[in-house]
């Protein structure tokens, strides 16, 4: 076992920590082990988060949807703070306020709402867990649950419901973040979602697949092995990608292996 054992030992896992080691075992170092804050924001995630926030609010009753255009133009402002180029800013802006014009609520109607941003904690293998659902709903007739993602990336299939080869990797990824909460869903319901569904607002598009057993069995197999390779991992080498590295990842300022590259 690594010389982190007693520092890991205190982690509470999640899909994002998992998958942080999976694109960048430095960035997870810096995170969970070194306990380095984040030390830069980006427009993507303040962007995203900002219509996460507004969309959590009018699926809880917080913020009527006849208002939510509104809301969304007058804060705008004060929660995306990061800055891209003006064309990708403009274009996400727009983007935003059209889904927000044009979204219908009508069929919630048939549907119960189990949760919004829903924390859930879980254990796989002694390994603590949490999450957060964005959407979680059950159909008022056939008692169907079903597990919804709000994605700010574009739909990950073609028509032929083959994923995109530019979208396979966030596929692939996203994939097992529905598969490792549908482990407390059947928990809590006694029922796994009948269906997984990615709601790409900026699109307004929706990416939707059936639960299947074998994907989600290897996607809890999936998470104690990262596990088990981070608690024998002793270099915590960086993973070198230019979108990550000088965009996205938020130790991108300091981080000694883009410095190097300059």
């Not at 896992?13 to 380095?36: M, V, W």
């Not at 509104?70 to 274009?91: F, G, H, L, P, R």
């Not at 829903?118 to 659902?133: A, P, R, S, T, W």
């Not at 299939?157 to 097992?176: C, I, R, T, V």
Request: with cysteine; charged share 25%; hydrophobic share 30%.
């Amino acid at each position: 076992m690594t010389s982190y054992k007693e520092i890991l030992d205190k982690i509470t896992f999640s899909f994002s920590t998992l998958h942080q080691y999976e694109q960048c075992p430095y960035a997870f170092y810096n995170r969970k082990i070194d306990g380095t804050e984040l030390n830069e924001g980006n427009f993507y995630s303040d962007a995203g988060g900002y219509m996460h926030d507004i969309q959590a609010q009018i699926f809880s009753n917080q913020l009527n949807l006849d208002d939510a255009l509104d809301y969304y133009i007058e804060n705008y402002d004060n929660n995306v703070c990061y800055t891209a180029k003006q064309s990708t800013m403009d274009k996400k802006y727009e983007q935003g306020a059209d889904y927000l014009a044009a979204l219908d609520l009508s069929e919630l109607d048939n549907y119960e709402i189990l949760g919004v941003e829903k924390e859930v904690h879980f254990e796989l293998q002694g390994y603590k867990f949490i999450g957060f659902i964005d959407l979680l709903l059950q159909n008022k007739i056939n008692g169907e649950i079903i597990l919804i993602d709000h994605k700010s990336s574009d739909h990950f299939l073609k028509k032929d419901g083959k994923p995109l080869k530019n979208q396979l990797s966030n596929f692939e990824a996203y994939s097992k973040q529905m598969y490792l909460y549908s482990y407390p869903i059947y928990q809590e319901y006694g029922k796994y979602p009948s269906c997984i569904v990615w709601n790409h607002f900026y699109e307004q598009t929706i990416t939707n697949i059936p639960f299947v057993k074998e994907n989600y069995d290897k996607t809890l197999n999936w998470a104690v092995d990262i596990i088990h390779k981070i608690y024998q991992d002793e270099e915590f080498a960086a993973h070198l990608d230019y979108m990550m590295c000088h965009v996205l990842c938020g130790y991108r300022n300091s981080c000694e292996y883009v410095k190097g590259e300059e």
